[in-house]
């Protein structure tokens, strides 16, 4: 049986980061499993610029940025299996996958970094009213047609959700001569990042309905009408307040999930961003098995996903020579304000110089204090004036800040 | 005075510009550019697609090299509906010169091999 140090699963931007940084840190034995016919994940039909100013201090659009990790394969040891599935795996890290060329295949991995990714909410599940007619479809798969396959698949168009995906579509379908109406979003603000509701909606005055959402989607076979409302606080109709939008198609960009069948069928221990929990080497609650990304959770910069993936593949290769300590773990803690933190748990020992904790918001913020504790010590107090949830934030301690932790916990404090 | 949001990176910092041209609200000397472009000839960088004969792909993603005046975009766009280009071709390839007269070269964002 074939035999590798580590073996990454997805050659997305995750996993490429994650194969390179493993192959740096001085393991040879790599394989890239990708599904795809090429390398680069969602990074290929992302075609806008926006990526990299954080790794590359550039704007580059999503395949230049994969372009630069693929250039970089060409000069290492690292295999690369694409057009190929992985349907399972053992908690001995046996991995099972199989493609054309070769059939079903059984392969040894020391270790396995999940860089899978996430995919897209349907609109089954956001219980979409109205039937099931062609011309729904989500943002992301609306943008694999036309950036990929070259289809516009609509000419009057309605989005629902400000995602950032659903965002740049909606400038995307504008330039190649679709008529956006409208953006509903649900939430009185915006999950999108700000620069994208100026480029993309205000550069052609596409507005945004904040604090609506469609109510019923009309016509026979395809969609003929979209009617919108607006919702009260507690996301109920405010019946008289709908308006009716003559369209063909309707985008959803209602969130992005985590996509870890394979980890949930192992028995990783998963957390509330639907990815595994992990500890400061994004090593998951099985030895060897690490995860980053957005398989781990769903990032809205793909520098900082690459950035952790690095750290991942880091990990993998400490793990592979058996560098790792087996200290204590220290938990980290969302508390008021926080939706999760990122790792979930940290082992001293294992940290050379610094830990970033990365986190969301519950609810936009003004005017607060992200406070980092230690029960009732403050490590840290950090001012911000503006907090957004569709805004990952980042802060990162060094050791001698962690001296003597006992617990970790990150909080919003308001005046 | 008029209030911008920088979209010059992630931050999306809230600009101020007043009549006498003085920026406030931007973070780094980024904002201060982008804010005094866009009040006299807003610029962007255009990204699209355009036909490729090839064995592995059938649309190339093309950027415009520097970002170009917002009014020539759709000019630009309709001319690359009749583009097509042949593999192979690398990643920063320039395509067309001068596209459209914008000022900017047209260039491959992918390498397409065969």
């Given at each position: 049986m074939q035999e590798y140090e580590v073996v990454v699963i997805g050659g997305g931007s995750a996993g490429l980061a994650a194969a390179l940084s493993a192959y740096e840190n001085g393991l040879n034995k790599i394989l890239i499993i990708e599904k795809n016919s090429s390398l680069g994940g969602i990074l290929n039909q992302c075609i806008h610029t926006g990526f990299?100013?954080?790794?590359?201090?550039e704007q580059l659009s999503g395949p230049e940025y994969a372009q630069r990790f693929i250039d970089k394969l060409d000069n290492t040891s690292i295999e690369i299996k694409l057009n190929s599935y992985v349907t399972k795996i053992d908690k001995d890290k046996t991995i099972y996958y199989s493609n054309d060329a070769e059939g079903f295949q059984v392969i040894k991995a020391k270790s396995i970094i999940m860089a899978t990714g996430c995919i897209e909410r349907t609109p089954g599940a956001i219980k979409l009213e109205g039937e099931r007619l062609s011309g729904i479809l989500t943002a992301g798969l609306a943008q694999r047609y036309l950036n990929i396959e070259g289809y516009l698949v609509g000419k009057k168009v309605f989005i629902l959700g400000s995602g950032d995906i659903g965002l740049i579509m909606a400038r995307r379908m504008t330039l190649e001569g679709a008529k956006v109406l409208g953006v509903a979003e649900i939430m009185p603000y915006s999950n999108g990042l700000r620069r994208n509701i100026a480029q993309c909606l205000e550069d052609f005055n596409i507005p945004l309905y904040l604090s609506h959402t469609v109510k019923e989607v009309k016509g026979k076979d395809h969609v003929e009408q979209v009617v919108i409302c607006q919702v009260d606080e507690n996301k109920n109709y405010i019946l008289g307040s709908e308006k009716t939008f003559d369209v063909d198609t309707l985008i959803l960009s209602v969130g992005l999930l985590p996509y870890n069948n394979v980890l949930e069928d192992l028995g990783v221990q998963m957390s509330s961003t639907k990815g595994a929990v992990v500890d400061e080497n994004y090593q998951t609650s099985i030895e060897g098995i690490f995860a980053c990304g957005n398989a781990l959770h769903v990032h809205d910069l793909v520098d900082y996903v690459t950035k952790e993936a690095m750290q991942a593949g880091l990990g993998a290769s400490r793990y592979v020579k058996g560098l790792l300590k087996h200290g204590k773990y220290i938990e980290t803690k969302n508390k008021n304000g926080i939706n999760y933190v990122v790792p979930q748990k940290f082992c001293l020992q294992n940290i050379d110089k610094e830990i970033m904790f990365k986190f969301r918001v519950t609810k936009p913020f003004q005017n607060v204090k992200i406070l980092i504790q230690d029960g009732d010590r403050t490590i840290k107090s950090i001012k911000k004036m503006f907090l957004l949830p569709s805004e990952m934030e980042n802060i990162s301690l060094n050791l001698s800040e962690l001296k003597d932790c006992k617990s970790l916990s990150i909080e919003i404090m308001e005046d | 005075m008029k209030n911008l949001t920088c979209i010059e990176c992630p931050r999306g910092c809230n600009l101020t510009i007043d009549d006498n041209l003085k920026v406030t609200g931007n973070f780094c000397i980024r904002g201060q550019k982008y804010a005094l472009d866009e009040i006299s000839n807003p610029k962007r960088v255009v990204t699209s697609t355009i036909k490729i004969k090839s064995l592995e792909v059938v649309r190339l993603p093309v950027k415009t090299s520097m970002p170009i005046s917002k009014k020539l975009m759709f000019t630009i766009l309709k001319y690359l509906d009749n583009i097509q280009i042949e593999a192979p071709i690398k990643c920063g390839d320039v395509i067309i010169k001068n596209i459209c007269d914008s000022g900017a070269n047209l260039i491959a964002t992918r390498t397409i091999l065969k």
């Open positions: 990299g100013i954080h790794v590359f201090n | -």
